[in-house]
């Protein structure tokens, strides 16, 4: 694989297009990346994708094998030339940024690309680099603009281009648009729906881009509202059932995917007393419209027609859809109610 990533870029093209270097990584970046390779293969078309740009080789999938991220081998099925698929570990890496000034790009595109950009990397195309960004900047800076959006209950998001400069999703947007967020969306859904909005959004854009219009129109962004959406961690899984239940549904729906949101409760066989407290994975949740759980029942776990009841915080009350235990397959409601054999929930 190492082989296949090399480092020695070819010639600059001698077409009279403009160079595009495109950087991306996850599987949500190759409708950008299809937008742009099918876009200048048109005849009309004034740029070339010169070279992509993505994290080297990692451990992925239940094999834990090591693959190529999901841009590069996107790339390498629709025969873009493997010597210009560049993984460097860092974007300052010197043996990297001297083949970038060969290619003489004139624009950088990053989509989810997950590496700091370095100012010496900046300083590369003419025309700057731009970003498309799952959020409408200034909010939610940072690497987790859609889950912490979907985390905080948000009505209304969007995706936003704007120029990449040293601080962090702090330069002038280009254009953005705004999208209204169901209460069921799931963070992986929005996230690969922003992003096609976003490729739509950098096409419509990059004729302004290329004739530099983009950079006189482009605003300044607003310090004084300025979010953060720090990165999501494993430790953050847990639900807590003392909090309301509109929060856990919002987390639940935000951290869909990964790492997925987990809660431990009790399964008891009132026959002959056994308990036993399961780890399990909370995947679909809604409110329920019942919001008032009596106090003598706050521990028990209750079912409705297709749904657990887990009494919450504030008397709310959370119906779970779908869960999934250790080592199993996600499974609806009424078929984990199935499984319990009569036996009862609690929460442990």
């Given amino acids: 694989?190492?082989?296949?990533?090399?480092?020695?870029?070819?010639?600059?093209?001698l077409s009279k297009k403009k160079p595009l270097v495109f950087m991306g990584s996850p599987q949500v970046s190759v409708t950008v990346l299809d937008a742009l390779l099918n876009s200048s293969s048109s005849p009309s078309s004034n740029f070339e994708v010169a070279a992509i740009v993505t994290q080297p080789p990692s451990k992925r999938e239940r094999g834990r094998k090591i693959l190529p991220s999901p841009i590069a081998e996107h790339a390498l099925e629709r025969g873009f030339p493997s010597d210009l698929i560049f993984t460097p570990e860092r974007a300052g890496e010197e043996i990297f940024l001297s083949n970038l000034r060969d290619l003489q790009p004139e624009l950088c595109v990053t989509a989810?690309?997950?590496?700091?950009?370095?100012?010496k990397f900046l300083k590369i195309p003419t025309l700057g680099t731009v970003n498309i960004h799952p959020s409408l900047l200034p909010l939610y800076r940072g690497a987790a603009p859609v889950q912490r959006a979907l985390q905080d209950?948000?009505?209304?998001?969007?995706?936003?281009?704007?120029?990449t400069v040293r601080a962090l999703d702090a330069g002038p947007v280009i254009a953005y648009e705004r999208?209204?967020?169901?209460?069921?969306?799931?963070a992986p859904d929005l996230l690969e729906l922003l992003f096609v909005k976003g490729s739509e959004l950098l096409m419509r854009e990059l004729p302004s881009i290329f004739d530099g219009s983009a950079k006189l129109k482009a605003q300044s962004q607003d310090d004084s509202k300025v979010t953060l959406a720090p990165k999501?961690?494993?430790?953050?899984?847990?639900?807590?059932?003392?909090?309301?239940?509109?929060?856990?549904?919002?987390k639940v729906r935000a951290f869909a995917g990964w790492p997925g949101t987990r809660a431990k409760i009790a399964i008891i066989d009132?026959?002959?007393?056994?308990?036993?407290?399961?780890?399990?994975?909370?995947?679909?949740t809604r409110v329920s419209a019942n919001q008032i759980v009596p106090e003598n029942e706050i521990d028990d776990i209750g079912f409705t027609k297709g749904a657990l009841v887990i009494p919450c915080g504030g008397g709310s009350a959370l119906e779970v859809l779908e869960v999934q235990l250790p080592g199993k397959k996600v499974v609806n409601a009424d078929a984990f109610r199935n499984g319990l054999r009569g036996r009862k929930l609690k929460k442990a």
């Avoid at 999208?179 to 799931?186: L, M």
Wanted: net charge negative; glycine share 6%; hydrophobic share 40%.
């Fill in 232 to 250: 999501v961690t494993p430790e953050e899984a847990w639900l807590s059932f003392d909090q309301e239940a509109k929060l856990l549904h919002n």
């Fill in 270 to 284: 009132e026959g002959n007393g056994q308990r036993d407290v399961v780890d399990i994975k909370i995947i679909t």
């Fill in 153 to 163: 209950g948000v009505k209304e998001t969007g995706v936003s281009l704007a120029f």
């Fill in 179 to 186: 999208y209204e967020v169901d209460d069921q969306i799931k």
């Fill in 1 to 13: 694989l190492r082989r296949l990533f090399c480092f020695n870029a070819s010639a600059p093209s």
């Fill in 112 to 119: 989810a690309y997950g590496n700091i950009l370095p100012t």
